[in-house]
């Protein structure tokens, strides 16, 4: 089995090269809309931070303390007078951005905080000081568009990180990857037109925001740089494997990005509140083994791994130690794990985007 044979091939070299990897952590991230109920809430980063203390996973990572982004990076994606509209909600107790999304007095801050969470691993990853990387920050990002928050998202975090890599560490393309349960609108829009920066994204649709059907593909020279794979609720572990391997592998080969980023969103977990997908931990362990294997491949293993949603606490916890398992080289993967799907006739979901992306990519 050709997968099978990859992914033990690609254990094999991790565990030789004992991967390091930095986390972004900080108890800051706690302070955004610290004492308002809300399902974005503080509680999801204390349970994984208790593991990454306490856990197994304890001392198996480099800690990486964040800075806050300033206001002319911000402006690589959003506009001024938006970024000062965020600024005006510090010291507020409450600002309500849209009918999802609050501000509360540390918010702006918190929004920077993440945003310089995620150049400040980037930094590392460019240095070689890291294999790859996680931050593990909120508020999320992937929904905040140029001029508006949305969706619990004030700063578009990975958005950023892409221009950041490209901006200040010379990087040529960015490929990011966005397995969040909702279409990333945000990010879409911030690269619909820019080549250099290919857009990928599995979501429940039609969903929360509406947007990220197939035939959205990016305009002008960004024609073919977004690659959306809209799915009906109800997928689980093998459809998702068969994405990763038949669509978004062939596509990053041929794409060669100098740097992977991913909006990991664990709300495909099969018991999420917010969602309707049947992805298990083991399930996300294999697209990320995918990924790192990419990331081996195509860009010296440089990856970067931002969270996004993911709602029941439990669930959370446990998608994020087989994540972070997996980068570690400490596998919860079985080999009958990662052959799943290959005998498998093409979901027919799959089958309609490979159909459609052939006319840009060698499918």
Same mark, same amino acid.
């Given at each position: 089995?050709?997968?099978?044979?990859?992914?033990?091939?690609?254990?094999?070299?991790?565990?030789?090269?004992?991967?390091?990897?930095?986390?972004?952590?900080?108890?800051?991230?706690?302070?955004?809309?610290?004492?308002?109920?809300?399902?974005?809430?503080?509680?999801?980063?204390?349970?994984?931070?208790?593991?990454?203390?306490?856990?197994?996973?304890?001392?198996?990572?480099?800690?990486?303390?964040?800075?806050?982004?300033?206001?002319?990076?911000?402006?690589?994606?959003?506009?001024?007078?938006?970024?000062?509209?965020?600024?005006?909600?510090?010291?507020?107790?409450?600002?309500?951005?849209?009918?999802?999304?609050?501000?509360?007095?540390?918010?702006?801050?918190?929004?920077?905080?993440?945003?310089?969470?995620?150049?400040?691993?980037?930094?590392?990853?460019?240095?070689?000081?890291?294999?790859?990387?996680?931050?593990?920050?909120?508020?999320?990002?992937?929904?905040?568009?140029?001029?508006?928050?949305?969706?619990?998202?004030?700063?578009?975090?990975?958005?950023?990180?892409?221009?950041?890599?490209?901006?200040?560490?010379?990087?040529?393309?960015?490929?990011?990857?966005?397995?969040?349960?909702?279409?990333?609108?945000?990010?879409?829009?911030?690269?619909?037109?820019?080549?250099?920066?290919?857009?990928?994204?599995?979501?429940?649709?039609?969903?929360?925001?509406?947007?990220?059907?197939?035939?959205?593909?990016?305009?002008?020279?960004?024609?073919?740089?977004?690659?959306?794979?809209? +799915? !009906?609720?109800?997928?689980?572990?093998?459809?998702?494997?068969?994405?990763?391997?038949? @669509? /978004?592998?062939?596509?990053? %080969? $041929?794409?060669?990005?100098?740097?992977?980023?991913?909006?990991?969103?664990?709300?495909?977990?099969?018991?999420?509140?917010?969602?309707?997908?049947?992805?298990?931990?083991?399930?996300?362990?294999?697209?990320?083994?995918?990924?790192?294997?990419?990331?081996?491949?195509?860009?010296?293993?440089?990856?970067?791994?931002?969270?996004?949603?993911?709602?029941?606490?439990?669930? +959370? !916890?446990?998608?994020?130690?087989?994540?972070?398992?997996?980068?570690?080289?400490?596998? @919860? /993967?079985?080999?009958?794990? %990662? $052959?799943?799907?290959?005998?498998?006739?093409?979901?027919?979901?799959?089958?309609?985007?490979?159909?459609?992306?052939?006319?840009?990519?060698?499918?």
């Amino acid at each position: 089995m050709y997968w099978a044979s990859k992914a033990r091939e690609l254990s094999s070299l991790i565990k030789q090269s004992m991967a390091k990897t930095g986390i972004v952590k900080d108890i800051r991230y706690l302070d955004h809309i610290a004492h308002y109920p809300h399902v974005e809430s503080p509680k999801r980063l204390r349970g994984i931070y208790a593991v990454l203390e306490k856990g197994d996973l304890a001392g198996k990572f480099m800690e990486i303390t964040p800075r806050m982004a300033n206001h002319w990076e911000l402006e690589w994606i959003h506009t001024p007078a938006y970024i000062n509209h965020i600024t005006s909600t510090k010291g507020k107790p409450l600002t309500i951005l849209d009918p999802d999304t609050y501000a509360s007095p540390l918010s702006y801050d918190t929004a920077k905080l993440a945003v310089g969470g995620v150049f400040s691993i980037l930094d590392y990853l460019f240095r070689r000081d890291i294999s790859n990387g996680f931050a593990l920050v909120r508020p999320p990002g992937h929904h905040a568009e140029a001029n508006r928050a949305m969706g619990f998202c004030i700063f578009n975090n990975i958005a950023l990180g892409a221009k950041y890599a490209m901006q200040v560490h010379g990087a040529k393309k960015a490929l990011i990857v966005d397995w969040d349960l909702h279409h990333g609108n945000g990010t879409q829009n911030a690269f619909y037109k820019d080549p250099h920066v290919l857009y990928f994204s599995t979501h429940q649709f039609p969903y929360y925001p509406g947007s990220g059907n197939y035939d959205e593909v990016g305009e002008g020279e960004g024609k073919g740089y977004t690659v959306n794979v809209p +799915l !009906r609720a109800g997928q689980d572990d093998k459809v998702y494997i068969q994405i990763f391997r038949r @669509i /978004l592998s062939p596509i990053a %080969l $041929s794409f060669k990005p100098d740097i992977i980023l991913v909006s990991a969103g664990f709300d495909v977990y099969f018991d999420d509140p917010l969602g309707g997908m049947r992805v298990t931990p083991k399930g996300l362990a294999a697209i990320t083994r995918i990924l790192l294997g990419l990331a081996g491949d195509l860009c010296d293993g440089k990856i970067l791994f931002v969270l996004e949603g993911g709602y029941n606490i439990k669930g +959370l !916890r446990e998608c994020m130690m087989a994540v972070l398992k997996e980068m570690f080289s400490e596998s @919860i /993967l079985k080999e009958d794990d %990662l $052959s799943q799907g290959e005998e498998e006739s093409i979901n027919p979901h799959i089958e309609k985007v490979i159909k459609f992306q052939k006319q840009f990519w060698p499918l």
